[in-house]
């Protein structure tokens, strides 16, 4: 599954992710953003992976910001945009 949100004032947030046993796997986040350290996109990945895909947008940006560190540092995204874009593609995925 696929999808993007384009945050007001920001960037683009592009996840792709797939769905087993009502959880999410493979989620794989990418975009036009820019992330400090590096690693907060891993962290990012493993904190949504496993997650129920019936989660609300709320949930899932809780789950995101709980996961980075006071020293990661976003720019043109937010854990709300990044929830928007998980919300996109599991919503595309149902209509598929």
Same mark, same amino acid.
């Given at each position: ?7 007001? @004032? ?5 996840? +792709?992710?797939?769905? %087993?046993?009502?959880?999410? !796997?493979?989620?794989? /986040? &990418? @975009? ?5 350290? +590096?690693?907060?996109? %891993?962290?990012?990945?493993? !904190?949504?992976?496993? /997650? &129920? ?44």
């Amino acid at each position: 599954m696929h999808g993007e949100y384009k945050m007001p @004032g920001g960037k683009l947030v592009v996840i +792709d992710l797939d769905v %087993r046993d009502g959880r999410l !796997a493979q989620v794989q /986040l &990418s @975009g036009d953003f820019f992330l400090e350290p +590096d690693s907060a996109l %891993r962290a990012i990945d493993a !904190a949504l992976e496993g /997650l &129920s895909a019936r989660t609300d947008e709320a949930g899932f940006a809780r789950v995101i910001h709980d996961a980075l560190g006071p020293d990661v540092m976003m720019y043109g995204i937010s854990p709300e945009a990044i929830a928007a874009a998980v919300h996109r593609a599991l919503q595309a995925g149902h209509a598929a």
